[in-house]
């Protein structure tokens, strides 16, 4: 199948966007990037993407004839998207330049040699204007894409080739890690005391599916050859509004003051933490929309709410730990519960399985373990541990009580409660309250009914985290991968998690009781390494510790698949 379209860049943020817009409105499409193909194709599988009218090809577009060499027959392709850049702060000017200035001159170049043209789509950037590039007050990447941009259109002009220029902001997506997504680290990390700029600066976005939509719909339109639009959501608040909002959805303080950027420039780095590059994209300036507004109007685009964007691309940021792990749950995010704003992952309403983590982890424990298992999962980051926002008073029984029976409200289905270590206690304590709403549960390394000493022991290794051991040392002292313990960094974990184990502790005996109370099927499971003091243990996992669910996933899995072949089926 011969395509009709190709995207340079096609594993990238909005190139592979555009791929799956082009491939849903059944355009035949080559892909070409560089690295493997799995990179996107991977990707769109993910998205339920058919890739039946896709074809990758390997190319680099800052060599001459752009390196597609071996490449299928593309001499009917049609309309040609440049996609691809170098995004990067700290590049020097020779790298930037390569792919953002020479290889979108050489993608020019190759689209003015097909004899089917209809447009080359080129993206460019929202900072382009406003005077000749300057590399060394605006750093290589902003000066090469606006070097990038004039080389274009005069190349264009001197070739006859009908271009658009596309000028997106800030373009906010999955797996988007680079410039705003640095703030929203270090507002979620308590890194952020002071905000640079001043209650006029604009750092406007937008949403990447929306860019790929409007992507795909210009060449289509005989009007936009010639043109340039700018693409941005004029509704994007200013910047400490938007710091507010994010902070707020984030369950996290809000920088209470600003520091002109002027000033930021002429403070250390190591003391500011800002990149320099950063900074020019801090501003008032506003930009020319209405050309771009009302071509989305015509074409029937609609922006999304920016609120619900920035919204939904803050929790992917977390959920991936601003890229540092592998993201666990389609659904996943922040919602309120019993007065934390909790992370919560998977089924809200008809899980079979619900999963409470232990100490010092968080949902994403039982990622493996989920992978594993034959029906849909509810996980939840507990209050005050994890993602999740303190309640009032996480380390109380009743509170925590309080929690889970909300979290557990929608819930229409009899699942199988699973507990680990300290998250047995809201296991049991649910189960016991509400024994009509539950088929079974499984009391996974409970630590009510292991030796204090081991609690001591745990509570020391928090003490240690609280006085600065790094949470890689941490990992390889508890024997968990180090992504385990990433959100300890947050401002006030580290307590909290100390607080939860002597929480913990001192509910043994009443947790110890409502075991002998409890009115529905209990699986107790431990590691062979991992034994019990109080009681047996109805299944033990040989060579696993305290954490079987991270050393062992399968028997895990296993063993909740059991619990629930043999729990009462239907919904209370």
């Known amino acids: 199948m011969t395509p009709d379209s190709i995207v340079f860049g096609g594993a990238g943020l909005i190139g592979r966007s555009l791929v799956a817009e082009l491939l849903r409105r059944d355009r035949t499409v080559a892909a070409a990037l560089r690295g493997p193909a799995d990179r996107l194709t991977g990707w769109l599988a993910g998205q339920g993407v058919d890739t039946a009218r896709l074809t990758v090809v390997s190319a680099d577009i800052a060599v001459p004839g752009l390196g597609l060499g071996a490449a299928p027959d593309l001499g009917e392709v049609r309309d040609v998207y440049n996609s691809a850049a170098r995004f990067a702060f700290g590049l020097e000017a020779a790298q930037a330049r390569a792919v953002n200035v020479t290889g979108a001159v050489n993608v020019a170049d190759w689209a003015a040699a097909r004899g089917s043209l209809r447009r080359l789509v080129h993206v460019s950037g929202y900072r382009v204007s406003g005077g000749p590039a300057d590399y060394r007050r605006d750093g290589a990447y902003e000066a090469s894409k606006r070097e990038g941009d004039a080389a274009v259109r005069a190349r264009a002009r001197e070739l006859g080739v009908p271009l658009t220029v596309v000028n997106p902001s800030t373009v906010v997506g999955e797996d988007q890690f680079i410039g705003l997504a640095s703030l929203v ?11 640079p700029g001043d209650r006029e600066t604009f750092l406007p976005v ?11 719909e210009v060449p289509g339109h005989e009007e936009t050859a010639g043109e340039a639009y700018w693409v941005l959501d004029d509704a994007t608040p200013n910047l400490p509004e938007l710091v507010g909002l994010l902070a ?10 600003a520091v002109p950027v002027s000033l930021v420039r002429r403070l250390p780095r190591a003391l500011t933490g800002a990149d320099p590059e950063t900074l020019s994209f801090l501003s008032g300036d506003r930009y020319e929309t209405a050309p771009a507004l009302a071509f989305a109007e015509r074409a029937g685009l609609r922006m999304p709410p920016v609120g619900t964007v920035l919204r939904t ?42 999963l409470l983590h232990g100490l010092p982890l968080d949902a994403d424990s039982w990622a493996r373990v989920a992978g594993e298992l034959d029906g849909p999962v509810l996980a939840a980051d507990l209050p005050g541990l994890g993602r999740s926002a303190p309640a009032r008073s996480a380390e109380e029984p009743e509170e925590l009580e309080e929690w889970t029976r909300d979290l557990l409200e929608p819930v229409g289905t009899r699942p199988v409660l699973v507990g680990h270590s300290f998250g047995c206690g809201p296991v049991l304590r649910h189960a016991l309250a509400h024994p009509e709403r539950v088929s079974g549960v499984v009391l996974l390394a409970p630590a009510f009914l292991q030796a204090p000493s081991g609690w001591l022991t745990r509570s020391a290794v928090g003490a240690a985290v609280l006085l ?11 024997g968990v991968p180090v992504d385990a313990l990433a959100d300890l960094r947050r401002p006030g974990a580290a307590r909290r998690v100390i607080e939860a184990m002597r929480a913990g502790h001192a509910a043994g005996q009443e947790l110890r009781k409502a075991l002998d109370r409890i009115g529905v099927p209990v699986t107790v499971v431990t590691g062979s390494a991992d034994p019990l003091v109080t009681g047996e243990a109805d299944v033990v996992i040989e060579g696993a510790g305290h954490y079987p669910q991270l050393t062992h996933p399968r028997q895990v899995a296993r063993v909740l698949r059991e619990a629930v072949a043999r729990a009462p089926r239907g919904r209370w």
Not at 185 to 195: A, H, I, S, V
Not at 248 to 257: M, N, Q, S, Y
Not at 317 to 329: C, D, H
């Open 185 to 195: 680290r270090d507002l979620w990390r308590g890194r952020l005391p002071l905000l």
């Open 468 to 478: 600065g051991t790094s949470p890689a040392r941490l990992a390889g002292r508890l």
């Open 313 to 354: 691309w803050a929790d992917g940021l977390v959920a991936t730990g601003f890229g540092e792990r592998a993201r666990f749950g389609e659904k996943a995010g922040f919602q309120d519960v019993a007065g934390s704003r909790t992370w919560v992952t998977g089924e809200r309403e008809s899980p079979q399985y619900v």
């Open 206 to 216: 937008v949403d990447v599916g929306y860019l790929a939509r409007f992507m795909a």
């Open 248 to 257: 707020a959805h984030l369950g996290v303080r809000a920088p209470r003051a």
